[in-house]
């Protein structure tokens, strides 16, 4: 683990403050800061796939990479797309999968985020892959899982991950002032029992 002086000096590093565009040309305050695009990277290229599928004028598809769907029309069985969510349950491997609900979906993106398979333990203490960015810790907040539907995938999956830095109330908040976006989550009350709490949108589309 870095000490908090390494920490403070790389978040003179953070923030789109030191990116800088001009037409098409990027370019960066320092050369040390990195730009890192994991938190919208899958969305991103579902969004790309599913729009080949599209082009060439196929009507019925899921396209899903690590989590981040874009579902279309029916499946083979002329329903719309069945998407499970997962149970956050601390398991690295993906081997031991529990659904928590289980919604139907067509012509829509959605993308989840969780701590719960990329982390590390380090003296008995979970390290888990969220960064806040203002912090330049590991974000440790109430949601365990967060998933998102939006326009986009790229937009699901940037918001999904958002709402991991900032918990339950900041991202309710956001909900609220975004009429394009509905969300998921599974989150730890008081007691370290699992919860869900759901938008009334996302509500709708559960079936199980």
Not at 122 to 127: A, E, M, P, Y
Request: net charge negative.
């Amino acid at each position: 683990m870095p000490d908090g002086r390494q920490v403070d000096s790389l978040l003179t590093l953070v923030g789109l403050s030191h990116i800088h565009f001009e037409g098409n040309t990027l370019t960066k305050d320092n050369p040390s800061s990195i730009l890192d695009f994991s938190a919208i990277a899958k969305g991103y290229g579902v969004d790309r796939a599913a729009q080949v599928l599209r082009n060439h004028d196929i009507k019925n598809f899921m396209v899903e990479i690590g989590g981040e769907v874009v579902t279309e029309g029916l499946n083979e069985k002329g329903e719309a797309w069945r998407i499970g969510i997962n149970k956050p349950d601390d398991d690295s491997t993906s081997v031991n999968t529990e659904l928590q609900d289980i919604i139907s979906l067509s012509g829509k993106a959605i993308a989840t985020s969780g701590n719960y398979r990329n982390f590390y333990i380090k003296d008995g203490r979970k390290i888990a892959h969220t960064i806040n960015p203002k912090t330049g810790y590991p974000a440790q907040q109430d949601i365990l899982s967060s998933t998102v539907m939006a326009p986009t995938c790229a937009e699901a999956d940037a918001f999904a991950t958002a709402f991991m830095v900032l918990g339950m109330d900041e991202a309710k908040r956001i909900l609220e002032k975004q009429p394009g976006l509905e969300a998921y989550f599974i989150y730890s009350d008081s007691l370290g029992n699992y919860r869900t709490w759901c938008s009334e949108g996302f509500r709708q589309y559960i079936i199980e």
